[in-house]
């Protein structure tokens, strides 16, 4: 394990932590990275999976919600419940049930989420969206320091050069996953699904958690977690919301139409297809 500066294809530097021949975020602290296969599970937790950029604040938000039964206006961040960033303590010390959340394959997590088929939110969204937005992030994010050009940055993270890998990669590990623990609990929702009606898929995650929580509540609730009205709520209260500002920078789905250059989507249209050979997922890129 080492602190590494990771080239762009332009030259311009990316530093990271490396562990086990994968990129991961530059934390100051990275025993929890290390030691995220240890962390003592119990059988109520419940997880929220996917890759970086997936929405992954946002479904954590509506879900802590849901589990409360009430609308929260606090300074609470998803980071106090992220295994690979809160340090292990603080996590043995959450009140059951505890919402964690992580960006790891499941593979890499600890063996007793499967054994105790511990409940997972598994999030998706296409990966030309995840590319945008994880580079304006890059950019915003003290702990990098990037300043690179998004034509030195698409292909190299498609190919899984920076933080957390390649999507494919991912994706992949966690379909595998599923398949071969069926008995596993999994919600999977999409993030382009959640765009294009919340409501639906807040139900599906009430009826996952069991909260039962009612159509009044899960319409206020999607009111109350929009993008605008999270963004706002967020500025507001939380005190990492300054140091975080790219956490909530558009919330839409095609945004990448804006990004990639005609050259650029034809490559990555060809390596898609490549990579994905095989599986069945749907992903959209684009609600029309
Ligand atoms: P964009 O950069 O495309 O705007 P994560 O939480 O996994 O890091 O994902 C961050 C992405 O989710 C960002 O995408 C962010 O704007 C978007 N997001 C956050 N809250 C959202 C919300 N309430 N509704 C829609 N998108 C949201």
Redesign the pocket.
Known sequence: MSRVKVLDAGGDALPMFQHQGQNYPNYAQTDSIVNIHKVPIRDDDIFIC?F???????VWEVSRMLLAGHQLDDAVEKGVGMMEYAPHDAIQAMSSPRLLNTHFKLSLLPPDIVKKRCKIVYLLRNPK?VA??YY??MLKLPYYTYRGKWENFMKYHVLGKFSYGSWFDFVLDWEEEKLKHPELPVLTLHYEDM?ENNLRELRKLDRFLGTDRGEGFLSALCEH???TG?NQRKARTSSDHGAFP???????VG?WKYWFSPEQNEWFDTYYRERMEGSDLNIRFSLS
């Open positions: 996917g970086p950029k997936s929405g992954t604040h946002w969206d945008v937005s304006n992030f765009k977690t929009s993008f999270m790219g956490l909530y920078r558009k919330g839409i945004d």
